[in-house]
């Protein structure tokens, strides 16, 4: 029975996604684990109840961040060009409506002003704002 009610709470936690359905089946597998080597019901139902709890306040955490860095939640630190996004940089040739460059972290860019008419010299300090292929369009603050 125990493993008959860990499959229909798997079942179950797949159209509900909190996790909490998914750590009782596992309380309930656990539970079936002892009914199976021949351990009394009251032993079966406290292995289910601590099981449950342990598996609910200790490894659900755990696993709810690692799902939520995978959809793009907001724990999610960026990587790859996401990560520049916001980085300092400094312009080698002048940026103008017509492209640049720029050195962001030891590696040049070729770079477009965030507002048309900004023409940043070299030497200028710049955020990029946004990655668009392999090119960055960056902003000086004035």
Known sequence: MW????????VAELFTGT????MVAGGAALAGIAAALGAPFWLQAVLFGVGSIASIFGLRPFLKEALESDRGGEK???????????????????????G???????????A???EPDQVLEPGDSVTVVEIKGATVIVWKQT
């Open 100 to 110: 640049g460059l720029v050195e962001i972290a030891g590696d040049n860019w070729t």
């Open 112 to 114: 477009y002003p965030l």
């Open 76 to 98: 999610l630190r960026p990587y790859g060009a996401k990560a520049m996004e916001g980085a300092p940089a400094r312009v080698l040739e002048t940026v103008d409506l017509t």
């Open 19 to 22: 996790l909490v359905l998914a």
């Open 3 to 10: 493993i008959i009610a860990a499959v229909i709470l798997g």
